[in-house]
């Protein structure tokens, strides 16, 4: 291997790398750990991780990597169906976790290896090839469970250095973040990123402003959130000048996996003088497209393809449209280094997702004459984004549907003002039969993420449905807002 994945840690030393709660690790230290991770699971194909924000979870991800071994985060609020299905599908030959995590169902049957902080294990590996698989992780898809996305090193390396680009994304700086880290937002940018680069990281743990400030007082230079979280970060500094004083001395505050309302980012301009850079990804793609730092920022784009990415827009028939007068919409199509290889045991669902070389996106957008990208919506509504969470309805509906009480349901998204949108569950009862809202959505939590849930549940007679039979999702969305 030419360049090391993490060239920090092919000579490791004591600079200060993760950060987390009262917790640290150096350069070195994360090295020693994850070396005697990589050896003693050497051999193996494919590990589980337990992905809390952890030093543990850091030292298992950099240890299989180095050992060439697929990662397959897992999200420890799974609900039992997914948990079956992704343990089942990507069949795992060990779980990595640490002393106190007590995982559930199928997990439960695998080999455990303990992460330890304090292990030393010599000089850190380097295994994992171009091609090879790094991360396999999963996605939720318009219908049917979670998809296995398959996340090869050079889509990584490819699209971190990218970053570091556009962003001036040096060893001086130092992340502040509190993303979940089972998504290629909070894990691959967000942790990757950092060790990549040879920086900091502080990761603030469960998500809230003040945190985010704290670490920005103790140094962070650079935050990355999803829209719902600069919300509340304006809502909050509103009122708290010091918070918004923390925010004010960051050097880059990036805002992606979910549109920035322009709103959101006035607000934040207007409280801290800051503006928020927006970047645009997807777990099959990693980042497409981004602000670049020192270029104007226009609230609501996305900037232009990143160094070595692709993007064009296609009309519905396939035609390919060259126009960037920002407003014919089209669905964008990407080519580049950061591409998946495909979706584990899908091979039917990858040959749809990709068109000659180009992977279609389902986001519908317009391109101005500087190349920047506007988001307008996608081509499916089936697809819904809460609080940056990617929710396939039809695994919703799935789940409901196995409530006995439930006939007939659809799932929608609604506007909404906090999370951008939320789950709402249109609900026909079988006859005789009873459920609360209450129960209904208890019943999604038990078998999906809890962020799974419908705020919202409608009963209704009967759904509208067209001469096909097929639910007009568009008319209960007009009765949600007439409502
Ligand atoms: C949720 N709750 C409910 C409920 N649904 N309660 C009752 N009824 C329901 N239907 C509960 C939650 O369990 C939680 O409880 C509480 O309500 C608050 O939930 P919330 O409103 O969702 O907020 P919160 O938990 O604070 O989470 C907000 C957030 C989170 C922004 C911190 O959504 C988040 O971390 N989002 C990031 C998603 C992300 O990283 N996406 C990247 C995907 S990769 P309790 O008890 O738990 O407090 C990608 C590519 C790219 O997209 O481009 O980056
Ligand atoms: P996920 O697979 O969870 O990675 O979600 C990817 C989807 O998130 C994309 O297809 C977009 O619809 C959406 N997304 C990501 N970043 C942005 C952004 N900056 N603005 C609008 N939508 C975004």
Known sequence: MSEP??????SPDSREA???GEHRLTYAELAGAAAAVTHRIHGCGRVAVWAQPTLELCIAVVGALAAGVTVIPINPGLGSRELEHIVTDSAPEKLLAWPGVEPEGRLVSLPRLD???????GELADALGAEDVAFLMYTSGTTGLPKGVQIPRRAITSNLDALAEIWQWTDGDRLTHALPVFHV??????ILGPLRRGCELEHAGRFSPTALA???????????GVPTMYGRIAREAETERRLAQAFAGARLLVSGSAALPTTVHDRIKRLTGQEILER????????NAGVRLGQPVIPGRVGAPLPGVELRLMAEDGTILDTTDDETV???????ANLFTGYLNRPEATAESMRDGWFLTGDLATRDASGSIRLVGRKSTDLIKSGG?????GEIEGALLEHPAVAEVAVTGAPDEDLGERIVAWVVLESGRAATAGELTEHVAELLTRHKRPREVHFLDALPRNAMGKVIKRELAWEEMSE
């Open 330 to 336: 089209g669905e964008l199509a990407v080519r580049g």
């Open 115 to 121: 992460v330890h902080r304090a292990a030393g294990g």
């Open 18 to 20: 993760i950060r987390i």
């Open 185 to 190: 937002h909070g894990l691959i940018i967000g």
């Open 280 to 287: 645009y990804g997807m777990t099959e793609t990693l980042m």
């Open 214 to 224: 704290g670490a920005l007082n103790r140094g962070a230079t650079m935050v990355f």
């Open 389 to 393: 969470y990617r929710i396939g309805a």
């Open 5 to 10: 994945l993490f060239p920090r840690l092919a």
